[in-house]
């Protein structure tokens, strides 16, 4: 995937939930994988012609991990010219020495997000922009069916009331194979994860799931998708598409 057919993408995420307005600053969320890095080449891109101004920041939580070094991402944001700030953490050590957390996903998860959106709000932002795609709101939804019997997935805009902020993903129109592509094509300076349990996750269940139906059923993960879009799920803004 080329940088104008994900900008395309984000634009079309933007315009239609209304994640943008007028003199925003918007901080994103940057883990160090591929889908946040790809995130940040996105938001920058759209920066330099979208109609509506706003400024831009990035934001890492380390968790804790021995040998994680953010210094290329640091190198990135610095070549992007966007303030990057490092937020540092303990949580796994919390999660893993102190607590022997058996299935620490969703507590990981808790504190990760409360440390960013602390840490977004110092920084005088007014909106974080995670780096969910295509493939993790149809991966929700089934982990929202199977394990708690609803139909379910995160919304591309939320209102958090407690913390006056607002979270977005402009990359919600993305697949995630299109991620992958831009991320070889132009070279992202990926953090691998130290977590001991990646990839062996309820989420990483779903994904294979989602991969397996659609190679025996082609265009399936797509239909999905739509599913959820004209699925009227509570809390979900109103969708207004954009013709150009």
Known sequence: MKLQQLLSYTRKAVDEYQMIEEGDHIAVG?????DSLTLLYALHGLKRFYPKRFELSAVTVDLGYEACDFSPV???????DVPYHIVKTD??????????EPNPCSLCAKMRKGALNQAVKNI???KVAYAHHKDDIVETMLLS????GRFYSFSPR??????????????MFVDEADVIGFMHKY???????RCPIDGLTKRQYAKELVRTLNKEHPGVKQRMFTAILNGNIKGW???????R
Do not use: Q, W
């Open 30 to 34: 940057i883990s160090g994988g591929k």
């Open 74 to 80: 640091a190198d990135l944001c610095r070549e992007l």
């Open 91 to 100: 949580i796994a050590h919390i999660l893993f020495e102190e607590r022997k």
């Open 124 to 126: 005088g932002c007014n």
């Open 145 to 148: 069916l199977f394990f708690e």
């Open 158 to 171: 939320t209102y958090l009331d407690r913390m006056e902020l607002t979270v977005i993903r402009p990359m």
């Open 187 to 193: 070279e992202l300076p990926v953090v691998k994860s």
């Open 237 to 243: 803004p109103e969708r207004i598409p954009h013709i």
